[in-house]
């Protein structure tokens, strides 16, 4: 599905890949970073997609996969040295995605690739209490925030996935508004809605998965301490 409504946001992805500039990219759960850098990945082949950065272990098996490389054994000083000897004098960029609290231990291979190579990072918060030690080697990242899409944005979005998936509904607006009541601007609820309802799995209001979802979502929503 086409991007909507993130024209300016894709052009400066696309231009920190081109030009090597580090960045990080942050906003709310659901918001469309991934997405985004995965749209501005078309332009840039070489660069190397990490899509899962939660933890050294997840980090490394997805760079491994995407350099169609094998480890003699499952060691993470092992999988780093192998993926640090792979990159070295490449001119080419990494995007870590999915980045939640850096320990120690992440943070050292993060900065070891920082120091070769230009990095786009992919996380909700720039806060300390949501990232953790990746706070220390950012001084030089530049930063671009996602904020929700617009109610329209979001329903321009909506129609587009319908489009996309051929779906029709018997009742489109009575269906738009469910959506849109139950996802908020959350996009990636609002694409699992949509492919639910493609494939019948669900009746509006009815369904376990759709009132777990939107349990799920307002539970997202609170900031408790």
């Not at 991007?3 to 906003?27: C, P, Y």
């Not at 030690?133 to 996935?161: G, N, V």
Request: net charge positive; hydrophobic share 45%.
């Amino acid at each position: 599905m086409s991007l909507i409504g993130r024209d300016k946001e894709l052009a400066a992805v696309r231009e920190h890949l081109r030009a090597g500039r580090n960045l990080i990219v942050f906003g709310a759960e659901g918001v469309g970073k991934t997405a985004l850098v995965s749209e501005a990945l078309r332009d840039a082949p070489d660069a190397l997609y990490c899509a899962d950065t939660s933890t050294l272990k997840s980090a490394c098996e997805s760079l491994l996969l995407r350099l169609n490389l094998t480890v003699p054994q499952a060691d993470n000083i092992v999988r780093k040295r192998a993926i640090l000897n792979e990159t070295a004098g490449r001119n080419c960029g990494f995007v870590f995605d999915h980045i939640g609290w850096v320990g120690p231990r992440l943070l050292s291979f993060l900065d070891r690739v920082r120091e070769s190579h230009p990095m786009i990072v992919v996380t909700r918060s720039v806060a300390w209490s949501e990232m953790g030690h990746l706070k220390m080697i950012l001084w030089d990242f530049d930063k671009l925030e996602l904020a929700p899409l617009s109610r329209e944005a979001t329903r321009q979005a909506l129609r587009a996935r319908m489009k996309e998936l051929r779906l029709r509904a018997p009742d489109s607006q009575r269906f738009e508004a469910n959506v849109l009541r139950i996802a908020g601007h959350n996009l990636h609820i609002l694409m699992e809605l949509c492919q639910q309802a493609a494939s019948g799995q669900y009746v509006f209001g009815k369904h376990l998965s759709t009132q777990l979802l939107d349990v799920d979502r307002r539970i997202k929503e609170l900031r408790l301490p």
